[in-house]
């Protein structure tokens, strides 16, 4: 009795050949066979990149040509401007060095 089980000489048995085939088939077998469907979104892409392509083909070779940067206007300034500017901040940098050690404040 232990070895009679309710409903299992009732089911149908598969041959083994068919068995062992359906364990050695799995998944990554049957999409790796399978055939691939292009979808919709693909075809648009195609058709608008070989429209490009085209185009491209059909317009006439043009080099770019850089344009330069816009510069902003400004007076030069003159170098003994620069100059006399740079002396008069050395001295009176020396002047308050001067002072504070002297007198122990600028102003």
Known sequence: MAGNQPGADDEPR???DIWERFQRDSLGQIEATAPKERSARWYEVTERLAA???????????RRMRRPRPRMPHAPVPRALTVCLVLVSVVLVLSAAAAYLQYGRVF
């Open 14 to 16: 598969l041959p083994d």
């Open 52 to 62: 490009d392509e085209a185009r491209r083909e059909a317009a006439p070779r043009q």
